[in-house]
């Protein structure tokens, strides 16, 4: 992938941030860049392999994902889903920076509207913001994934302890879907997050499959855009692995608790870096990743937009006594104008 490989050439010896472990991992990339070259595959042709789908995030709108594995029949494949989840539903970030989740049309009358009577973010998502999150009916969830082997809902600070990122949640999930899913003798692994919307050819989701139960360091991850300033960046919505490769997947929650100066965690935080650190967790487990051609149709899946006469009755319901009445009645003005 030159785009790839250009974009690490550019940025290999000049980077402006000291991070810890950053004459390791140049040594590594540049290593990486000296072995680029495609290796010839084996190919099972085996027609009793066993595959793993591991689901895990928040539940907000599963139903593509459902349908994909649902409707999935491939000939010598069988595959169990395990599913990791968590009591509530999840809904879109909804601070004023981007407010995800509303109209597109009526964003910016409630930003400016906001930042005229100075109305924190949090006060907006405390008092002002209409979306609660739904519990997730496990009953449905259940019937809804035909291939269901296990399912587990936490409910985070109870049955679990609270986290401190998103990412933490993230990686967590992913970690217990695996542990409980290597119990059992699987010859190849799906990723994937429940909420989103792709179309992938049959054939090549075998063609990686197959790859990945001769190969044992074999991961294929999807082909995403370089956007983040911690090189190299790879993708963690959606991956088809080898189990020695999705264990070195799964281990990054793990590792990330005790930290280690060769993996790029977050340099404010000490957290998992998206996906930068995922990404040096594999190559330096030396695992041989490859993208994967032809996910079309990529996108996240939303629950419903809230529009702006939805947004107007949500505020007149509003108990006032204790909130910005002229930041209410401003919202109202400005979003009845909003064509």
Not at 74 to 100: M, V
Not at 297 to 304: F, G, Q
Request: a neutral charge.
């Amino acid at each position: 992938n030159e785009k790839y490989l250009e974009f690490i050439r550019n940025n290999i010896d000049n980077s402006l941030i000291l991070r810890k472990g950053d004459s390791e991992r140049k040594l590594l990339i540049k290593n990486l860049l000296l072995g680029m070259s495609e290796p010839l595959f084996n190919q099972s042709t085996r027609d009793d392999i066993r595959v793993a789908i591991l689901i895990s995030g928040q539940m907000r709108d599963y139903s593509t994902v459902a349908d994909y594995f649902n409707s999935l029949k491939t000939q010598g494949i069988s595959y169990d889903i395990f599913l990791s989840t968590w009591e509530k539903s999840g809904q879109p970030p909804c601070h004023l920076g981007s407010l995800r989740g509303y109209d597109s049309k009526i964003r910016t009358a409630i930003r400016n509207r906001a930042s005229k009577f100075m109305v924190s973010n949090n006060e907006f998502v405390d008092h002002y913001h209409l979306r609660k999150d739904d519990l997730v009916d496990k009953d449905i969830v259940r019937s809804s994934f035909q291939r269901l082997k296990w399912m587990k809902i936490d409910i985070e600070g109870s049955t679990t302890r609270e986290f401190n990122s998103n990412q933490e949640r993230l990686y967590f999930k992913i970690s217990q879907a695996y542990k409980e899913a290597s119990k059992i003798d699987y010859d190849a692994y799906i990723r994937v997050r429940p909420d989103l919307n792709f179309s992938l050819d049959t054939s090549t989701l075998v063609n990686c499959i197959r790859k990945c139960v001769t190969n044992e360091n074999l991961i294929f991850v999807r082909d995403a855009p370089l956007t983040d300033m911690y090189m190299p960046f790879l993708d963690d919505n959606f991956a088809i692995a080898s189990p020695k490769a999705m264990e070195s997947y799964a281990a990054l929650y793990d590792f990330s608790l005790h930290g280690g100066d060769k993996l790029p965690l977050d340099p404010f935080k000490e957290d998992i870096r998206p996906h930068s650190s995922l990404a040096y967790q594999l190559f330096l487990d030396g695992m041989n990743v490859k993208f994967i051609k032809g996910i079309e149709n990529w996108t996240y899946n939303d629950i419903s937009t809230i529009s702006a006469s939805e947004y107007i009755t949500y505020l007149k319901s509003l108990n006032k006594d204790k909130l910005n009445i002229n930041f209410i009645d401003s919202v109202i003005f400005k979003l009845r104008t909003v064509k």
